[in-house]
């Protein structure tokens, strides 16, 4: 199963060091095996800050760690980084809905950054208008006397979920827009079949039934859940159904038509009990050290470890 790489933004790790150390720890006891593959998830500006530490050592793996923490884990640079983010993005024009669409994404990573690091409440009032002020008017409607005084006092949370049910709208209005255009164009003898899919650049979220990149079409009957070309996927990589899933928009805890944080149900995973993600995207926990079981790339017990370059959603 392939690995996720690091290489200086603040803003992706957190992630990474939480699905590095799940990923990998699950996979190896072999600390100088951990210590060689940590070394070689990271890139860039931060491999500099861990070149000095020999992998040989014993405690390599725990020093690298220590290093990156050192640099990377320091909450207060990472909540700084994170607004950072937001104040240099621009404002949208009116029914320009492909940059809303992407407006909605920068601020969704930075909400969900400062969610992970639990500082949400580093968003005053003014900062959520000066957020607002980027919208088209028409979208400038949150109405904040309406809200209770809890989420006064952290309003990035409603002014998400606000962005997050008018992105569907857009979608919507995206795809009408797109489909007038391909019926111009087929008046001009152009193209009849083109689709804008989440990926492509510039491209529009669009849920699919199924999310199997070659299943994607009104006439498939089953489910990503049912979907057996799905399940032969792994979990994460370039291909892996987290990605896949963030392609057609689906939600990560029920594979529904709606964002995660939209998400009505509250069934937990059936294979370790969380209500954050969907069964389809647990990864395994670690096995007992004394349990004897091999690994199935190996007689030593490590699985081969590859690598791949996280990006944001």
């Not at 409607?141 to 008018?166: C, G, I, N």
Request: with cysteine.
């Amino acid at each position: 199963m392939p690995l996720p790489t690091f290489s200086r933004l603040r803003k992706d790790w957190p992630e990474f060091k939480a699905v590095w150390k799940s990923m990998a720890e699950s996979a190896s006891y072999d600390k100088t095996a951990l210590a060689h593959e940590l070394k070689n998830s990271v890139k860039g500006e931060a491999k500099q800050r861990i070149k000095s530490v020999f992998v040989t050592k014993p405690e390599a793996y725990d020093i690298i760690w220590e290093k990156l923490e050192c640099n990377y884990g320091d909450t207060t640079a990472s909540v700084q980084a994170a607004l950072e983010d937001l104040q240099r993005l621009k404002p949208v024009k009116e029914e320009d809905y492909i940059a809303l669409d992407e407006l909605v994404d920068e601020v969704e990573s930075a909400y969900s950054q400062l969610e992970k690091l639990s500082q949400l409440n580093t968003l005053t009032m003014r900062d959520v208008d000066n957020l607002t002020d980027l919208l088209p008017t028409h979208l400038k409607v949150l109405k904040y006397r309406d809200l209770s005084s809890a989420e006064k006092l952290q309003p990035f949370t409603p002014l998400m979920k606000f962005l997050d049910r008018e992105r569907s709208v857009v979608a919507h209005l995206a795809e009408n827009r797109h489909s007038k255009k391909r019926g111009n164009d087929s008046a001009r003898g152009y193209s009849k079949t083109y689709h804008i899919e989440r990926g492509a650049k510039h491209g529009q979220r669009t849920y699919y039934k199924c999310a199997f990149p070659t299943h994607r079409k009104d006439t498939i009957n089953h489910t990503t859940e049912q979907c057996k070309e799905f399940q032969k996927l792994s979990i994460s990589g370039k291909d892996g159904r987290y990605e896949l899933l963030k392609q057609v928009n689906a939600c990560f805890k029920c594979i529904g038509n709606h964002r995660k944080l939209n998400c009505p149900k509250k069934l937990p995973c059936s294979s370790c009990g969380s209500d954050q993600h969907h069964s389809m995207l647990c990864i395994p926990p670690k096995l007992p050290k004394d349990s004897g079981e091999k690994s199935k790339t190996g007689d030593d017990g490590n699985k081969e470890l590859a690598s791949y370059t996280v990006e944001s959603d």
